[in-house]
């Protein structure tokens, strides 16, 4: 258990995938837009990364090398192509809001990255909780920047006024340049609370 946790945690802060890594940053700034499409892409992704782990991690051994890239992005399409229509079929203006980027899954350096890297190299107790802290940093930091970008941009937070009327929209925060403002709003921070637990940990040391 204390692995387990140890490898989840490690997914959700100190190697997530977007603050630290930086990778997948594309599609990050695309949904970003509202909370609802940033949760929604958070979640897809997730459930593609968990299920192309454990399909990788459970027949690792029998993937000849030769062929193995080939192997990883035909698991990647199947999982990327049953989110995409489980999406158009129960949730079509999620799907439509959200346009290319859900098929464009399959290309995610995040998800060919851990299963290159981790899932093809590691037996199943240990890619769970790297996919699905991988999964759900992604996760947590899309529905962050979802919701500063939402709010501002527009005062709402999923459809709901929460600013008043008296309060004008910035529309900065709906376009791209807005997009990659909050991003490195949300990377200073990371960096800043990092630095500020390291500092605290060298002092209990002295």
């Not at 399909?55 to 049953?82: E, H, Q």
Request: aromatic content about 10%; glycine content about 8%.
């Amino acid at each position: 258990m204390k692995q387990f946790l140890k490898t989840f945690t490690n997914g959700l802060v100190n190697e997530n995938p977007l603050l630290t890594l930086m990778i997948g940053l594309c599609s990050a700034l695309a949904v970003t837009t509202t909370v609802k499409n940033g949760i929604g892409m958070g979640l897809s992704m997730t459930f593609v990364l968990l299920m192309s782990e454990v399909v990788i991690s459970l027949f690792r051994k029998l993937i000849p090398d030769s062929v193995r890239i080939p192997v990883f992005i035909i698991v990647i399409a199947a999982f990327t192509t049953i989110i995409d229509y489980v999406l158009k079929a129960w949730f079509p203006d999620l799907s439509k809001a959200m346009g290319v980027f859900i098929p464009l899954i399959v290309v995610n350096c995040i998800i060919m990255g851990r299963v290159e890297g981790f899932a093809s190299k590691q037996p199943l107790s240990a890619v769970v909780p790297d996919a699905l802290g991988m999964g759900l940093g992604y996760t947590w930091v899309l529905a962050g920047i979802s919701v500063v970008r939402e709010l501002l941009g527009s005062g709402a937070i999923w459809n709901f006024q929460v600013l008043p009327d008296s309060i004008q929209p910035i529309l900065f925060f709906t376009l791209p340049p807005g997009g990659f403002f909050v991003f490195a709003l949300f990377i200073s921070l990371n960096l800043f609370l990092k630095s500020r637990i390291s500092l605290k940990s060298t002092n209990r040391r002295h």
